[in-house]
């Protein structure tokens, strides 16, 4: 029982809580679903019945690019870290991650499923903290990168995105984007090379962590954290030293953000056999973007609710009439196909883990048998070649043996020293008296 509670407090999430979020991302689902009905937003469902089985291959391999693109960037972090970590074990990590973030409210719900997953896996704490430093620093890089491109298009073809009859400029959703990743940076690196600072906002935050009741003593939480900016100041110092190693996570994760964020392009063009275009890629890529944006603010397991209502509300005049049908299948396969996935690896995982401990437990087991097994007949010839060099004398046998556990029976033998020899082996540490009294 102890053990359980054990195991749910690494993962930060009670059978209570994990229950409570299932059930609330079935209702908001099945409430959008009725909603969306309601208004008339599946139009054209038809248009799913005329798809090649194909097409679902072409949906399904954008999703799979992102995921195993993912997995191929923790893996290259990993080749400095810790070199057993193989790319199963990356694409592991980052179905856990994901399922945290899948069936949490909170925008950081992957980090402690994370944190667990490679903990299992015989990562230090430092070494987890090590590889999500460095895989949020090409995040951080490649995303700057993708949304100055972004508002740079935006601004020169002047989209905008009307909602709700105000007129929003697209280039404002990359330069929010930019400004988000330049803050979020440039706090991490004032807490990791000013340690002024660093001191300043550590106190801070273990003061509100205190009053909010999210940790027991204020000492432990700056140890912590501390410790984390040490580790952050080094993986990014050696990160910038060896930047050039970095380049193909760089590339695969550019590769990674234009499928996720253009997957309802994707998913667009072959439900209403539309030719592609770069501009309207970069159109729908900006108003993904807004969706994550606003999304993340909505406490929600999954965004559940929250995606599909704004995605009825940003693509319904791009997507001319179908955007039913693409909504459906964007959904489906983005979140609902991928979170049975992890919820399927999760329960897997975790029965091959404890699996493979219980074998474990039973070699040591077998081998700490085994070696006792040894020791104890080792002692017994031992002691059979003490008692060969004892002179037995012609007095009656006393049952000296019973202060060893009773292991040794002599009394059988009384008056007959020569057949305890060849019988019975008798304890070689007795003491006889004087008075033949043997203890």
């Known amino acids: 029982m102890g053990e359980k509670k054990k195991s749910e407090k690494k993962l930060l999430i009670s059978k209570k809580k994990l229950a409570l979020n299932l059930g609330i991302i079935i209702i908001t689902t099945g409430l959008t679903v009725f909603t969306l009905f309601k208004n008339n937003a599946f139009e054209n469902m038809s248009a799913l019945g005329n798809l090649k089985w194909y097409t679902f291959l072409v949906i399904l391999l954008v999703v799979a690019t992102y995921i195993f693109g993912e997995a191929f960037v923790i893996y290259r972090s990993f080749r400095r870290i810790n070199p057993k970590m193989n790319y199963l074990d990356s694409v592991g990590c980052y179905l856990y991650a994901n399922l945290g973030s899948s069936i949490t409210p909170a925008k950081t719900g992957h980090h402690p499923f994370r944190l667990y997953y490679l903990e299992r896996k015989g990562n230090t704490f430092a070494q987890s903290l090590a590889n999500a430093t460095q895989c949020q620093i090409i995040y951080t890089i490649v995303q700057v990168v993708l949304y100055g491109i972004m508002s740079i298009v935006s601004a020169i073809t002047h989209s905008s995105v009307t909602i709700y009859g105000n007129t929003v400029p697209l280039?404002?959703?990359?330069?929010?984007?930019?400004?988000?990743?330049?803050?979020?940076?440039?706090?991490?690196?004032?807490?990791?090379?000013?340690?002024?600072?660093?001191?300043?906002?550590?106190?801070?935050?273990?003061?509100?962590?205190?009053?909010?009741?999210?940790?027991?003593?204020?000492?432990?939480?700056?140890?912590?954290?501390?410790?984390?900016?040490?580790?952050?100041?080094?993986?990014?110092?050696?990160?910038?030293?060896?930047?050039?190693?970095?380049?193909?996570?760089?590339?695969?994760?550019?590769?990674?953000?234009?499928?996720?964020?253009?997957?309802?392009?994707?998913?667009?063009?072959?439900?209403?056999?539309?030719?592609?275009?770069?501009?309207?890629?970069?159109?729908?890529?900006?108003?993904?973007?807004?969706?994550?944006?606003?999304?993340?603010?909505?406490?929600?397991?999954?965004?559940?609710?929250?995606?599909?209502?704004?995605?009825?509300?940003?693509?319904?005049?791009?997507?001319?009439?179908?955007?039913?049908?693409?909504?459906?299948?964007?959904?489906?396969?983005?979140?609902?196909?991928?979170?049975i996935v992890e919820i399927f690896f999760f329960i897997s995982s975790s029965v091959a883990i404890e699996t493979k401990k219980e074998l474990k437990l039973h070699k040591i087991l077998n081998e700490t048998r085994k070696g006792y097994t040894e020791e104890v007949h080792s002692h017994f010839d031992t002691m059979e070649m003490e008692l060969l060099s004892i002179n037995f004398k012609n007095t009656q046998c006393y049952n000296c043996c019973h202060l060893q556990n009773n292991l040794f029976q002599c009394d059988k033998y009384k008056d007959k020293p020569d057949d305890i020899l060849n019988n019975t082996r008798r304890c070689p540490f007795y003491e006889e008296k004087d008075n033949g009294e043997v203890f």
């Open 171 to 339: 280039y404002l959703v990359g330069l929010i984007g930019i400004a988000m990743a330049f803050f979020a940076s440039g706090v991490f690196l004032l807490m990791s090379f000013c340690p002024p600072i660093k001191k300043v906002l550590i106190r801070f935050l273990a003061w509100v962590n205190v009053k909010t009741k999210k940790i027991q003593t204020r000492e432990e939480y700056i140890i912590r954290q501390e410790e984390k900016m040490s580790v952050m100041k080094e993986q990014i110092t050696l990160m910038f030293t060896h930047f050039w190693e970095t380049v193909p996570s760089l590339l695969v994760y550019t590769i990674c953000i234009i499928a996720n964020n253009c997957l309802p392009y994707v998913v667009y063009c072959v439900i209403a056999l539309h030719p592609f275009s770069f501009v309207e890629m970069c159109y729908f890529f900006a108003l993904y973007q807004c969706i994550s944006y606003i999304s993340n603010i909505v406490p929600l397991p999954g965004n559940t609710g929250a995606a599909e209502v704004l995605f009825k509300v940003l693509f319904t005049d791009i997507c001319n009439g179908f955007v039913g049908p693409v909504l459906l299948m964007w959904r489906l396969c983005s979140y609902y196909l991928v979170l």
